[in-house]
């Protein structure tokens, strides 16, 4: 999402702040004013303690807006009845009725809202004139309307609080899935450095312990190699953990991801194991644009993967691999005369390799190769002005 001044933080007071501000506004218009009206009228004690009593009822009621919206505007309205029939045709309107029509619709009792406020203003017009009250037809249609407009205001707040839900859980979502793709491209670099190292360092190791005391030369030239891709693996991992500890991926610690240039030494690591493999890089002659570096990183991986592989299952003495490119498209092939894949159901390396050729738009295969083994065969789209 392109930035925009909704994207940042912005500033919400607290709820006790929402609920206190109507409880005071409707407290400070409507109490003062009964009292003025009580003493200006002279009704006496009783009944103007009663319109005082009453016009407190309705901003104290709002406390409980927040919990329980609709019998908060059931009470407020009511004390707003007993209010216009009791006291004289004057003074400011009951305002906490509008706050708490526009609380109770804002949260969601709309029903409680429409059902309340609709009663008791049908009942001011059937009983004003009973109390004396005269009703002219502008000052119902002025009242209706402001009522009206509570209502409106309300469902406006309630739209921009669902909005906003909305938003926030799709943020949250979108954080999520952000983590959960990080969470699974980190296990899958470390699944091929560690993998493709162990299974090296695993059979050097093996032919070391076999030519210890036969060829000691070799033996040492096999623990040099173990050495060397130890300590490959070593800087890799550290370039993966160190984009994890770092708040800014600027500021990591980086080791250069590798290459198209780099599968040769990854082709020579694998061969010091013991693998007869050939390497058929045909895009040295290649006068075309150089291929994208998502794209050479993917064809590393893959062909590490693929290596890795014959070393541990395929129990091959030959393999080649063949580098290749077609219009707007790098082909690679890894073929083995090894045991073959059979009925083996696909493990997290393939998956991995899977996953890295459709992130770029592209596939692997895996099937029977010519030299009777098995061939992972992979095809890497990319725009040819990228």
């Known amino acids: 999402m ?30 003062p004013a009964a009292i003025v009206i009580a003493i200006a009228t002279d009704q006496g004690l009783a009944l103007g303690a009663a319109e005082v009593a009453i016009a407190a009822i309705g901003p104290i009621a709002l406390l409980a807006a927040r919990r329980l919206p609709g019998p908060t505007v059931a009470v407020v309205a009511a004390a707003a009845l007993a ?14 009725l509008a706050f708490a029509i526009v609380l109770a619709v804002a949260r969601g009792a709309l029903v409680w809202a429409l059902v309340s406020v609709g009663i008791v203003w049908l009942a001011a017009i059937l009983v004003a004139p009973f109390a004396g009250i005269v009703w002219p037809p502008p000052r119902i249609a002025l009242t209706t309307a402001v009522l009206a407009v509570c209502f409106g205001v309300g469902w406006f707040a309630r739209t921009r609080r669902q909005r906003a839900a909305a938003y926030r859980e799709e943020t949250a979502r979108r954080r999520r899935d952000a983590e959960e793709a990080e969470r699974l491209r980190v296990a899958n670099e470390l699944h091929d450095v560690l993998g493709h190292s162990l299974s090296l360092i695993n059979v050097q190791a093996g032919v070391a312990l076999h030519l210890l005391d036969r060829d000691p030369d070799h033996a040492r030239g096999a623990l040099e190699h173990i050495k060397a891709a130890s300590r490959s ?56 644009g150089p291929v994208p570096w998502a794209v050479q990183a993917a064809a590393y991986r893959i062909v590490q993967e693929a290596l890795t592989n014959v070393l ?70 990319w725009s040819e002005d990228s």
């Not at 209010?83 to 309107?93: A, F, I, K, W």
């Not at 459709?358 to 095809?379: C, I």
């Open 233 to 288: 693996a070593l800087d890799e991992v550290r370039g993966v953990l160190g984009v994890l500890r770092s708040d800014a991926p600027d500021d990591a610690p980086l080791v250069p991801q590798q290459g198209l240039a780099d599968i040769e030494r990854l082709v020579d690591g694998v061969r010091s194991a013991g693998l007869d493999i050939a390497l058929e890089d045909r895009l040295v002659a290649d006068a075309r």
């Open 2 to 31: 392109s930035g925009t001044a909704w994207d940042g933080p912005r500033f919400r007071p607290p709820p006790a702040v929402v609920l206190l501000v109507p409880v005071i506004l409707s407290l400070l218009v409507q109490v």
């Open 312 to 381: 541990r299952h395929a129990a091959a003495s030959r393999a080649v691999v063949v580098l290749d490119r077609e219009p707007g498209a790098l082909t690679l092939t890894v073929d083995d005369d090894g045991r073959g894949a059979g009925d083996a159901e696909p493990g997290g390396g393939l998956l991995g390799m899977r996953g890295r050729a459709e992130l770029l738009g592209g596939r692997v295969e895996v099937e029977a190769a010519p030299m009777g083994g098995t061939r992972v065969a992979a095809r890497l789209p």
């Open 83 to 96: 209010d216009l029939l009791l006291g004289p045709d004057v003074g400011p309107p009951y305002v906490a």
